[in-house]
DNA sequence: TATTTCGTTTAGTAATTACTAAACACACAT
DNA sequence: ATGTGTGTTTAGTAATTACTAAACGAAATA
């Protein structure tokens, strides 16, 4: 049972494929990432999906995706009617691009709404027990979303330090 | 059309659930988490069902991973054999817990293959280009994970000075 | 021991999501 | 204009996940 190139590539493949079904994305996705990912070349729909086992259509929508969150990029060759794609190899960049992406998801749009929860018990206020209660509590609410946001961008903006300098400057503070 | 308290609360309730399912877990769960963090008293199933409106199964198995995840917590009370359930209002510990959790995971464990694909490269080393290509690319992947990581780590450390603070640090780095 | 009151488990159903197969649309070549 | 090689869309299916209803078990009470 000879380990294999081919082999360790198959067992990589399906390794993100679990991540990405972990984080609430098609396996699929992982898969096609992951096929790129190990691609000296950029590669056409139909070699992702021979390589991956899913449809034209499967790949087709689900490359758009990745493409649109920045994990992957769209090139054509000249004389060549094929579109090509390739991994983003800058993870970093790709994190800034999906949490841009994300400002105007279905995510966001939830968190927001707690935000305006906040703003109705403003506007209607009630002196009570009770109201006074619900609005400490879905303040703090709204406040650790908004450290979460905050530290999230403030990563994101030290990118050029480097993910793990940072780490090393914040073990460095207490 | 006045707006109450409880209507207001219906719709943070439904926000929490669409957070929820949007971060992958069932949307009962935050539906459930919503209900005991905006009630001042902790809750027994019984009432958990009556305010979800989910049945006592399920309320049963989801406050029990919400419980695992650290973000509520069971009590008793003496002389009385219902559990009790409040939901956990220290975010930070919370997201501490969940990292534990995370550990035996079957994330972790995906994570991990990428980990191991590597030293399969290692051990079964093959001098050509290929080789070289693929593991390079893996290799980088693992340590964008282990940077994910090890800042994660890093801020939870730094839990007792404030989210907030070590956001406002993080910016004057730069 | 039988009964009540609670939480858990299980077996099945509903709803959602990922995917397939095939029709389609468009551009280019002949 | 017709045919060929692309990517996209669509309608349906398979697989997964969330949930329900109801049986069960365990512990306290009678």
Partial sequence: MATTLSQIKRDFVEGLSQISRFWGFPKGMG???AVLYLSPTALSLDEIVERTGLTKGA?????????????VHRSTKLGDRKDYYAAE???????????????????????????????RLEENWVENEEWNFVY?????????????????????RLESLGLSNVTKI?????
């Fill in 59 to 71: 790949v087709s929508t689900e490359v758009r995706t990745l493409a649109r969150m920045g994990l």
């Fill in 31 to 33: 898969a096609i990432f």
């Fill in 89 to 119: 190899t800058d993870f970093y960049a790709a994190i800034r691009s999906i949490l841009q992406e994300r400002q105007n998801s279905e995510f966001d749009h939830a968190v927001r709404s707690v935000k305006e929860t906040l703003t």
């Fill in 136 to 156: 400490e509590r879905v303040k703090a609410l709204q406040e650790f979303f908004d450290a979460i946001d905050s530290l999230a961008k403030a990563v994101i």
């Fill in 170 to 174: 914040l073990n460095v503070l207490k």
